[in-house]
């Protein structure tokens, strides 16, 4: 099978397309045939040698994928071969960029029927881990406030949605220009992080979900109202001045359950979430996927996805 490997920790450059064994799985994991792989910023961390999880050389990176399931490895009443699943590979978040994929049956769900397997691809990891931010970490109820740090991204227009979903007061920060789509989204307000400060924006807010981290991550602790909570998928908070401030603090490394994917489906085939969709590419132009992701190549907002069906240049 073809896949993308890393013999060395770097940057882009270090993504090789190979020839390689298709994986067998072990108990309690599943052979998928991978249809699309999604694109992230922990893939990046990965490829680098800094996601902070121990990772052996050679590796393949991705661990969003979408596929059809070859063969299941021990018993299962969810999953069986054949089944159309969308999922994480496992806890290193490695193996996706590959045309065959071992991943674990906990973290496999039938993907969502209203969308075929790029879109599909694009889901995983952002829509659970802002699930996991706003109703385990925060405990988000109807009624209360939310902001969101960076609205448009690919984590913040999912918890955008589901704390309009859930009944929250929302409100988005992005570029003046992502306005329309964050309010599409269900934002009630918009921040221009450009031209406006939080601080003078914003005030006594429930819950701050922190999908950029760096100064804003810090200035928002101070927006909260005493008592709140700023949940970051980035970084980890400043303890100190959480307490200076009288709030909360957390961060997480995201683990990715069947039950929140089986959620996270409904939703999409019941018309609440809506997926966005970026650069789509041949699983050969995964050094091209890592280009955009350090923004050194121009993409569309959205995920980016790997296509593996596309014909690229092998």
């Known amino acids: 099978m073809i896949a993308i490997r890393v013999h060395r920790f770097g940057g882009p450059d270090e993504l090789h397309v190979e020839q390689t064994p298709i994986p067998n799985p072990q108990p309690g994991e599943a052979l998928v045939r991978v249809h699309a792989a999604g694109v992230g910023p922990w893939d990046a961390l990965v490829r680098s040698g800094n996601s ?11 661990s969003d994928i979408a596929g059809v399931v070859e063969r299941v490895c021990g018993d299962s009443t969810s999953i069986a071969a054949g089944d159309e699943v969308f999922g994480v590979t496992n806890a290193a978040f490695t193996g996706g960029y590959a045309q065959y994929a071992v991943a674990e049956l906990r973290s496999l769900a039938r993907k969502p029927k209203s969308i075929g397997f790029v879109e599909s691809a694009s889901v995983p990891v952002v829509a659970v881990t802002a699930w996991k931010m706003l109703f385990e970490h925060a405990h988000l109820t109807a009624g209360q406030s939310v902001l969101v740090i960076g609205g448009a991204g690919n984590v913040g227009a999912y918890a955008v949605q589901l704390a309009s979903w859930a009944g929250a007061h929302v409100t988005a920060v992005g570029s003046g220009q992502d306005a329309p789509y964050m309010k599409s989204r269900g934002a009630t307000a918009t921040i221009d992080y450009q031209t406006q400060r939080l601080e003078e924006s914003v005030a006594g807010v429930d819950v701050v979900i ?42 997480f490394i995201v683990d990715v359950p069947r039950a929140e994917l089986e959620r996270i489906a409904g939703l999409i085939d019941d018309g609440i979430l809506k997926t966005d969709l970026g650069a789509v590419l041949p699983l050969s132009s995964a050094r091209t996927a890592h280009e955009m992701l350090a923004g050194t190549v121009d993409h569309p907002r959205g995920k980016i996805v790997l296509d593996t069906m596309l014909q690229g240049h092998y």
């Open 52 to 62: 902070g999880i121990a990772q052996a050389l050679p590796l393949t990176p991705g």
């Open 210 to 251: 922190d999908t950029t981290g760096g100064d804003s991550q810090k200035r928002a602790l101070g927006v909260l109202k005493a008592g709140g909570i700023l949940v970051s998928s980035v970084s980890q908070p400043s303890e100190a001045d959480a307490r200076k401030y009288g709030v909360r603090a957390a961060f």
